[in-house]
């Protein structure tokens, strides 16, 4: 304990005597260099004006550049941006506000950011203030850690005045006089304590009789009442019996061996620590005091680890980039520890992590403002509505697009058929017969079949969803309307409500339904092309009658389509 | 000689820190509730062993009561600032006094010093004891307990900033108003976890119930320390790695309950 004690004690002294250097110190500004008073290179100084700089300046030049403060702000990243949301809503939205298909607690990119972004600069400036605020106190410490004055002697005959008076104060207070009769304790203490303040304050006054001279004539006669007796006067003799005789004893036998004894062990400590005063745990109570370090020991510690200016600085800055190494290894547990928020950075188990999730889908909107809840959960519900409707509008598209394509495809044959079955019948000697070409022609037989068995299916159910996202999107769109413009709880949790049961009823579709059409209308794309592709291919060169139906260069299509027209 | 400059420069360490231990150790103070899913991390490293929210040693023994009442500081928040300072320069000393300082050496200490740096805060905690559990499973069950969740947890709804911005905020600015948002906002978490405490749970989510009165009692106390010492740079980074302990405890807690709830609406 008291191995501790003594470094803190050190740490005390020492911080005193960094700080007053650092401060004082006239280090000197040349060429933009702050130069030291014995050469060294301190720092930098960039003021045109730094010739002139005076040594506070300088010095705080010098402290600045050592320990590299960067006060480029807390909210100085641009990227900030939406990060309005308290912890508890944002969690309790996504666990309990939202319906139960959507529930999950997702964090606010914002937030991420927040980590990266503010909370380094944050943590900065703690260190800046830390810093400073550390040998403050320190300094702080060392001038009024001695009841409010400083550690070291600076007045010794006040000093010593000043324990005298404390151990006085004691002697009256303490229970010392506690045996004097109460038949006069209270003069003798009252006496006493004038005697004291006396001795302090104006010791020559004690040659000054309080009584006036003519009072003092009169008693010296003798009572008025009458004489004096011998047996009164034996009776008073003994000098506890008497208000006298117990002040002097007290004075003699009490009072004065005890501040006697305070001063001397003041001066003791002040001779043994080279002007250093002990460290003690009680300094109201001189005698009884208990020494926590002896200043001898810190004196001479301190001599041995700070033994010049130069040496002043350096334990400064060593101190400095001490705390810059505290608040860094602070700075990277908060960042980096995996049950904080930094750890949702990162992927986990082969899970995307949520900031990828998040990123992902951020433009449900789920997370905005929370000023409105409801309207702020709706909205993203909305949005969900919306990308599921694009989706399903987009696969009605792509289907339309594949009708299209197939019945161009089949008139394409067409136009290469005819002409074939032309010349096949005049080189046979017959007419086609051209209700029957138009008849065959415009029927578009061959792309129907196609589309009825792959596509209507498809664009049936497709219509369903556009029709059932557009009602989703009256319904919520009126719920939206019933929060709109109100700050109200209750009107908030009972469209809440409604929503939930809407969801329930797959009345309306989640962000999982809105993500699965985007790949469903993905997949739809992707086979409707390809459904084109190879159908155009069966139909053109495939040898078989029955699926090459277009294939030109097969006579006997050519053969069989003429005669199908014949006239 | 690099070898026994390092290996001394570990023994002082290892001593310092034990003696440190000893010292500031001695003295447990008021038991620190923590959130019973996501204890708060460890770091270990050798200074993992103070109790930097310890009385100082000069009033180790005194009647600290009515200091800490007066100032509400019952974890004793405020003593981490000399207890790490002096810890530091401790160590400086030591190191200089044994020849065996360097700047990186010096810089390692802090480094570990800051790593191990914690504030333990105490709180309000509940066990499965504290509630109200209804047999009933059901998914009907469980949309009632949503409902009745959804008006208990309306405080929260209340409040409208991110509490770190807030702190940030009154870092940067210094503006009052920004600590009386940030104690707004814990009451209003306190709030909310009084309510809830009152919900009848459906028996299955009891646990998951618990871990959110938990997580809201200790990120309001974290957020009411973090306002309390805002002119703390050592206790207030401190108070932010336990922050982010209790911010991750709130989203865990919500986010396990979210989980419960859709797996009752696929059963």
Sequence with gaps: MSIFRLQIRMAIFLAAFLLVPLLTHADTCVNGQLIDNVGNVTGTCTSPDSDSQTADQAAQATYSARYQFQNEGIFGCNQIAGVNMSVGTMAAIGGIYVPVNDAAVTVNTGTLVYLECILRPLVDRLRESATSATLKKMTSGILTQRNGGPQYSVNRAQEDTSVAAQEAYRVLTDGTLNAVSPAYFTKVRTALARNIQMQMQKPESALTCPIAQRNLTAMTAGPAGGPFSMSDF???????????????????????????EAVAYNQEQRITGRGFYDVTENADNPLQQK???????????????????????????NIGQMIGALFAGITTQITTDNRGLAGIMRSVAGQPSYLDQVAKESSQGVLGAATNVALSVLNGVRQAEISYLASMNSIAATLTSTIAQLRAT?????????????????????????NKIKTATSSMAFSQQIIDSQITPLATQTVANVKASQQALTIIDRLISGVTNTASLDAQRISLQQLDTLVAQKALHTQYDATAAAQRQKDTQQAMSGLVTDTAQAWGDSPDPNIGWCNINNAAIVQQWAERWKK | ??????????????????????????????????????????????????????????????????SAEATQDKDGISNIADNVAGTLVDTYSALVSAGAYTPEAGQQVASDIGASLRANISYRTYTSDDIKADADTSYARMLTYRADMQLALGPLLKNNGYELKLFSSYIDTGDKKYIAQLKSAAQNYRDAAKNAAKVVVPLDAVLHHVAILNALNGFAATVDNLALHADDAFASAALLQTYTNAESDVLASFSALATYEKSKQSS
């Design chain 2, 1 to 66: 000689m690099a070898a026994v400059a390092a290996l001394s420069v570990v023994a002082l360490v290892a001593v310092v820190a034990w003696q440190i231990g000893h010292a500031v150790g001695g003295n447990t103070p008021t038991l620190s509730a923590t959130n019973q899913v996501l204890p708060p991390a460890e770091a270990h490293t050798p200074f993992s062993s103070i109790n930097w929210q310890g009385p100082l040693p000069s009033n180790a023994g005194a009647d600290t009561s009515a």
């Design chain 1, 410 to 434: 089949e008139a394409k044959c067409w136009d290469l058929i005819i002409p074939k079955a032309q010349d096949y019948a005049a080189q046979n000697g017959f007419t086609l017969d051209q």
């Design chain 1, 291 to 317: 020494t926590l370090t002896p200043a001898s020991v810190v004196q001479e510690s301190f001599q041995q680890i700070l033994g010049s200016p130069v040496r002043q600085l350096e334990s400064a800055n």
């Design chain 1, 234 to 260: 034996e009776n008073l003799g003994n000098p506890v019996c008497n208000a006298f005789g117990v002040y002097n004893e007290i004075q003699q036998d009490v009072l004065n061996p005890r501040l006697s």
